[in-house]
């Protein structure tokens, strides 16, 4: 018995070596990606490194909201790669030394995919809402996530405010079109739960008129099956997820999959596997390729148009919106 | 001395040691290291998360919610734990049983339960609706949702009591011609009165920690239907580790004092009792 056991322990020992070929790297994607990210970019990209590299790599993903990951990764959560909705997430990543490198000499400064924020309403559209304006109605119910919890949450509130805003002269103080018309919607929002599938919840259990939200989460829904009519306003944010390597978290082993893997992140296979899950995609190509699945939006704005994310994050939502929710 | 007398002391010394290290292991290690995020950065700013003002209403509203929660409780609570220990009728162990199923499901699967309940698809919602009357998303909602969670505590606390109080005084009541209001507020009452404050306090604590039931039914709307749980969550979310650690440090604290008061106001009339 003990023999058997000095053999087993020795046994497992010489397969190490074999095992170890694998290399094992960590993603963490912020929740909407799941879906693109587990059923095809992945096995995509492990057959892709073994037919050009000859080696297996296994990348695990986790998927929560951005700011949870973010926290993990803070927490000491082992990853190599992130992908977040906000670069405020990543900023504050570098600051605590885990991301050394520059993200934004990724291509398009780091973003690896779009969206834009629209609006999900009742079944053929009853109450006729198409732009942020017609949210500020009296009567009119909207949901949409809480700020503090939600990334998506936070480029809903940039694009209400700047659906209103004149950018070339942004004072987020009272006259400021773009406060006027965060107040007013503001006013109808009835709910702000934890993240965007939970207003889905809330939606579905039959409150509000409208829910503020990616373009891709309410696509994702429809492909469920509702019967929701979205709604694209003319003018409306253009939201990108950026992708970052944490370079603290990287082993020498782990370098050249990982480099690969954010490589990859931009090629046409993933762009065309995000495409398809609701994103818009990068990738000029695919772009061209998906023109007709995603409508076209008349005045589009980025975060850059309210001054980038620190200012933007400051000025809307730290001051104008904190300031609309005191009643 | 005899070995076996001596081998007995030990297991007690080993069984004391074990279950005081466990103890402090899973149970009290967490919370202190809570504490010590709460003043990683000095008292100055514990102390500035705590005036935050939204930090202030969300632990006026907590307080508020489990009072009102408590009150409510107390009422029907000791009117069900009278029911099930008082009379017998058929399906009482299936009620009985019934009872502690708050304890059961998933909170959020309470929120989610509620919010059908009295939404627009409700029955119940859409007769409210039809009178203009919104629910849920607001303080009402928000106590629906509390009174659910901590219902089986008042009715246990209360229940374990009345199992204990002999019938005699209340048949003695009505054989002097007591009505059956009179015996329940002049005899059974008073009885029970241990009960209904050990169900309270426990009510109240488990209420201040509520979270999952809440997040779904208040609208989690800051400085309005924000409770001290979800504005913790909010707060760690935005990367305010101190400031959560700050209010939840808080709302420890006071479950545990509640707690604490709990086991002092019962420990003499336990000994009475035995």
């Given at each position: 018995m003990k023999r058997l056991l000095v053999l087993l322990v020795v046994a497992l020992f010489a397969v190490q070596p074999a095992l170890a070929e694998t290399i094992k790297i960590n993603l963490h994607s912020c929740c909407v990606t799941e879906d693109a990210t587990t059923k095809e970019i992945l096995p995509a990209f492990k057959k892709y490194y073994k037919e050009k590299f000859g080696k297996d790599v296994d990348v695990s993903a986790s998927f929560a909201g951005s700011g949870t990951l973010k926290n993990q990764i803070l927490g000491?959560?082992?990853?190599?790669v992130a992908v977040l909705s906000s670069e405020l997430y990543l900023d504050q990543l570098k600051e605590k030394g885990l991301i050394s490198s520059d993200w934004r000499k990724n291509p398009n400064n780091g973003a690896v995919i779009k969206s834009v924020i629209v609006f999900v309403t009742r079944k053929g559209n009853p109450k006729g809402l198409a732009t942020f304006e017609d949210l500020a109605r009296p009567g009119t119910k909207v949901l949409h996530a809480s700020p503090d919890t939600s990334g998506g949450a936070q480029w809903a509130i940039f694009a209400i405010y700047g659906a209103g805003a004149n950018f070339r002269n942004l004072s987020f103080g009272p006259e400021d079109g773009g406060v006027k018309l965060l107040s007013a919607v503001e006013k109808n929002v009835i709910a702000q739960p934890e993240s965007a599938r939970q207003t889905f919840v809330q939606f579905d259990a039959g409150f509000g008129d409208a829910i503020v939200t990616y373009e891709n989460e309410a696509l994702l829904e429809k492909a469920k099956g509702r019967d929701y009519a979205i709604s694209v306003p003319k003018k409306t944010i253009e939201t990108e997820w950026k992708v970052a390597r944490v370079d603290k978290n990287i082993r020498p082993e782990q370098e050249h999959a990982v480099s690969e893997l954010i490589r990859f992140l931009y090629t046409m296979e993933a762009q065309r596997a995000y495409a398809k899950f609701g994103f818009r995609p990068v990738e000029k190509k695919v772009e061209k390729e998906y023109q007709t699945k995603y409508a076209k939006v008349a005045e589009p704005f980025t975060v850059d148009d309210l001054g980038g994310w620190k200012d933007a994050r400051k000025n809307v939502i730290e001051n104008v919106w904190k300031k609309t929710q005191q009643r | 001395m005899n070995p076996a007398r001596n081998m007995d002391s030990l297991v007690r010394g080993a069984t004391f040691a074990a279950a005081l290290g466990l103890f402090f292991l899973l149970i009290l290690l967490p919370l202190v290291s809570l504490n010590q995020y709460a003043v990683r950065e000095g008292i100055g700013v514990f102390w500035d998360r705590l005036k935050n003002p939204d930090a202030v209403g969300a632990l006026r509203l907590t307080a508020l919610v489990a009072l009102a929660a408590t009150a409510v409780n107390a009422v029907i609570g000791t009117t069900m734990a009278f029911l099930l220990t008082r009379y017998r009728f058929p399906g009482r162990k299936v009620l009985n049983a019934l009872v502690d199923i708050p304890l059961a499901i998933p909170t959020v699967v309470t929120g989610f339960a509620l919010l059908l309940m009295y939404g627009p698809l409700g029955p119940v919602g859409r007769f409210l609706g039809e009178r203009n009357i919104q629910v849920m998303f607001s303080f009402p909602g928000l106590l629906l949702g509390h009174v659910f969670v901590t219902f089986p505590f008042m009715v246990r606390a209360v229940g374990a009591v009345l199992e204990s109080v002999p019938r005699s005084g209340e048949d003695a009541a009505r054989t002097l011609g007591a009505k059956e209001w009179q015996v329940f507020a002049f005899v059974t009452l008073p009885a029970v009165k241990e009960g209904i404050i050990a169900g309270a306090f426990l009510t109240f604590s488990r209420s201040l920690g509520e979270f999952g039931a809440s997040i779904m039914v208040s609208g989690?709307?800051?400085?309005?239907?924000?409770t001290g749980p979800l504005y913790i969550f909010s707060r760690f979310n935005t990367g305010d580790v101190e400031g959560a650690a700050a209010i939840a440090i808080l709302l420890a604290l006071a479950s545990f004092l509640i707690l604490l008061l709990l086991q002092l106001v019962q420990s003499p009339t336990g000994r009475r009792a035995a």
């Open positions: 000491g959560a082992p990853v190599q | 989690n709307l800051v400085g309005r239907t924000q």
